[in-house]
Structures are given as C-alpha cells and as structure tokens.
C-alpha cells in the first residue's frame, strides 16, 4: 500500500528532477528505489486545506481556522473539551487516510486521535500488532474496527501513549508526529506481508 502510494505521488509530482517530501519518505523512497539519483528532495511539511473546530456532540461546524492557528499548544482541547479539531490535507493520501479529528476525552483524560484507514480488512492483525508494539504507558487505550460500509479501519488511539508527544506541542507539531507515526504503521503492515 505504502510503496504503491508513494511511487504515484513522485510520478505524479517530481517537477524539474525536484520533489517534496519528508525526511523519512524519502529515506524510503531511496531504500526501494523509488527515487532516481538526479531527483533532489526538497522538505516538505504538510499543507491543510480544511482546518474546522466543531462540537464534539452535534458535529457542528463552531468555525473555520487558518494555519496559523496549528500554532496553538494542543492543550487547546482540554481547555475547549465540547470541540475537537478536524484537518484535512492532499498530503495525508500517502499514508492512506484523508482526514484527522483529534480531541480531548474527558473520561480517560487523554488527546485522542481518529481516523479512517485505507487498508484491507485482512491486515487488522498487522495494524493492532503496531499499536501495541509502539503505544507505551499504563492503561494504553486504542480501538481499532473495520467498517464494511466504507472499506476502512476506524482507527482511534490515544496521543499520550505516542513517543513524544505532549499537550504543551503545537497542532502542527502533533500532525507532524502523527503523520510519522502512521507512515511508520504502514511501513510495519507492509513488512508484514
């Protein structure tokens, strides 16, 4: 899945032997010769195209935010617990999702992340296998369920439980990580195949 994306996102956007791409997609990208030698990989940090706060009872759209807003400590949640944050960005195709909600649960006290999957249903065992392999800390909490209706895994864990992250982190800084963190869930579903 991972390699395939990967491969049509650099036919589809390598401009003038130039590329956009994060450290470790291209670390990949030259480990499965994704990549020619003459191609220079420029950093690239992912762009949003929908930043919304919504109710976390009604869905309902409260506002739309600019980037400068991902600024903000996610610490934002906790302080907002009836909002969470709904990003969508082209960049998220890669890892084969199309959108983030995070939020703060009040219950357990933790950022949660949400998330749909695009992965068969036959790599559950390979998807909650990297979950517990790389969520640490007591009480990890993560739910992971495949809906029909979609083709997708419904995907929810709680951020405390990723290395590095901290409620003081920006939103862009947690994406950031995020984003890693599910580039790395789908390097693992394909290692196991």
């Not at 862009?172 to 789908?186: A, E, R, T």
């Amino acid at each position: 899945m991972l390699k395939k994306q990967l491969e049509n996102y650099i036919a589809k956007n390598v401009n003038d032997d130039n590329i956009g791409l994060m450290h470790f997609e291209e670390d990949y990208a030259r480990k499965h010769q994704l990549l020619s030698d003459d191609v220079t990989v420029v950093e690239k940090a992912i762009h949003f195209h929908v930043i919304e706060l919504c109710d976390k009872e009604t869905e309902e759209l409260i506002h739309t935010e600019n980037t400068d807003f991902l600024n903000t400590p996610v610490s934002y949640l906790k302080k907002n617990q009836n909002q969470f944050i709904y990003v969508e960005s082209n960049e998220f195709e890669r890892i084969g999702i199309d959108a983030v909600a995070l939020e703060f649960d009040d219950v357990f006290e933790t950022y949660t992340a949400l998330f749909g999957l695009k992965l068969q249903k036959k790599f559950g065992d390979a998807i909650k296998g990297f979950l517990e392999a790389n969520l640490s800390g007591d009480g990890v909490k993560y739910s992971v369920m495949f809906s029909g209706e979609d083709g997708l895994w419904d995907v929810n864990f709680a951020l405390n439980f990723v290395s590095g992250f901290s409620e003081n982190n920006s939103f862009d800084d947690v994406y950031q990580m995020l984003y890693h963190f599910i580039f790395k869930l789908g390097v693992a579903v394909e290692d196991a195949q």
